[in-house]
């Protein structure tokens, strides 16, 4: 591990970040073929419904709300045109959602307010969770989406205070959770990856004990490793070469242009 | 043949509750909650209530009001607002106890205690701090080995969540209890009402049982009046949340609710105003809201 390893092509490249990041998004889906698609949040709508518009055609979304669709519009739709505009092909009111996240066809991308190097992600609470100092979501849907199916996470923030040492309440579980549980209760169990907007990050590293733990796999365009590194409250895993992420192709820069035309991706990652 | 008119008002059922209960609310966030029916328990003398929600603004005017001292939630959201800012306060001030589930143990939890049966399994927890914060949470061995392994798998054992009553908000009702909802997601609204001794279905408007079929399709008739002990007619009844297809959020009304966090002043002002005063009081007051707003629209307009 080394925090001055030599970086390629990380120079600005005329790309919104925004618009890098919605392609890393996008490949996380890359390989789930038939299966609900269902990322949270603005940006990370963007990058799946990208998935879903051009590389992996027969991943399903949702309306945001109680059905799946069959097509794939814009995001941040006014209610009329949301409604207008959606090929409904199954009702999934939430006891429905239930039943499919534990039948497991479903990869998720969350949100998350702390997340460690096993990929235990925080959404409850801030200190200690009897007497939270800062009270948040609660645990939500995440015990039940990371033991049951595929799951990523949005980080729009990457800082040490994110990314930490270790979480003040898991409520996503991560790899040495998962691993403390044995291989047939977390056989269901996967952290794909984590997309921040400084890099991507995966779990295709293990620690002495054969765990999986967070690996830097790119670092967006105009990002420095040692700016990745410097930003992680964790020693991050850093291969010896690093890519730069990618950009868009000209078929996936219309795609985003026509999934987000009012450029709610740049609220979570300004143009430069 | 029909069922007996259970017809009653906010005030009747809440005086069937007594201090201490266990009871649900239906609905999910700042979505149809039977927010009449709350605002009746605010202005009772009711205390120490453990409130089982997909929790909204119920559970938060509930805990500002000191009426609760125990909440279970998968989460408490006016979804517009992510963070309930009175559910916030008093976690943060230890003012009340709480359960925080899996969304999906809620569940399981309701429809074990409909079943009758002491709990369901779930792999939802397994390895999460749910099951690290709220020790009384216990998990079961399966009786049968897993096929691949032969194994027997651990499992989160979902305890029952046996309410002492539910309050759910309906679309349309007839006068012995069963009902319809006209929106997207019936929520768990009928599991809250079946695992409830006793179950009360405020509605926006109660309609005679031969037009309930003629109203919708026979998959939304999905409370029946074999588990409900009383139906309210409360028209808006689900103010400030919404209730769609009959009405939206009141997304300036919530703003307002949600800033009553601020201070006391602030909280003070607002049950003044809109909740020391009764169910009809309520509804002028929204009303001339309304009216106002839309004139310095129309007088923006100009």
Known sequence: ?272 | MSGPDKRISESEAVAELSSGMTIGIGGWGSRRKPMSVVREILRSDLTDLTVVAYGGPDVGLLCRAGKVAKVISGFVSLDSIPLEPHYRAARQAGTIQAAEWDEGMLLLGLQAAAWRVPFLPTRAGLGSDVLVNMPDLRTVTSPYPEPSSGEAEELVAVPALALDAAFVHQHRADASGNALWLGEDPFMDDLFVRSAARAFVSCEQVVATDDLAGLADITRLRISRLDVTGVIEAPGGAHFTECPPDYGRDEVFQKRYAATAKSDEAWDGFRTDFLDIDEAGYRAKVAELRETAGSELREAGK
């Open chain 1, 1 to 272: 591990m080394s925090a001055d390893t030599s970086t390629t092509d990380t120079g600005p490249t005329g790309v919104p970040r925004a618009d890098i990041v919605a392609v890393a998004i996008a490949e996380c889906f890359r390989g789930d073929g038939e299966r609900l698609c269902n990322p949270i949040g603005n940006l990370p709508l963007v990058g799946g419904r990208l998935a879903a518009a051009t590389f992996e055609p027969h991943l399903a979304i949702t309306d945001g709300f109680y059905s799946l669709l069959d097509n794939v519009p814009p995001v941040g739709l006014p209610e009329d045109e949301r409604v207008a505009q959606r090929t409904v092909a199954h009702w999934n009111p939430y006891r429905e959602m239930f039943g499919l996240l534990w039948h497991g066809r479903r990869h998720v991308m969350m949100g998350a307010t702390q997340v460690d190097r096993f990929g235990n992600q925080n959404i409850a609470a801030i200190g200690d969770w009897a007497r939270p100092k800062s009270q948040l979501l609660g645990f939500r849907g995440a015990p039940g989406n990371t033991i049951n199916h595929t799951t990523s996470y949005w980080v729009p923030n990457h800082s040490p205070k994110v990314l930490v040492e270790s979480v003040d309440v898991v409520c996503g579980i991560g790899y040495d959770r998962a691993a403390a549980l044995g291989p047939v209760a977390s056989r269901f169990h996967e952290i794909r990856r984590v997309v921040t907007n400084l890099a991507v990050l995966d779990f295709e590293a293990t620690d002495p004990e054969g765990v999986p733990v967070m690996r830097l796999r790119s670092v967006h365009p105009g990002v420095t490793v040692d700016e990745v590194v410097e930003a992680t409250g964790f020693d991050l895993v850093v291969p010896d070469e690093v890519l730069a992420t990618r950009g868009p192709t000209a078929e996936e820069a219309t795609a985003i242009e026509r999934l987000d035309p009012k450029g709610l991706r740049f609220a979570e990652v300004p143009a430069q």
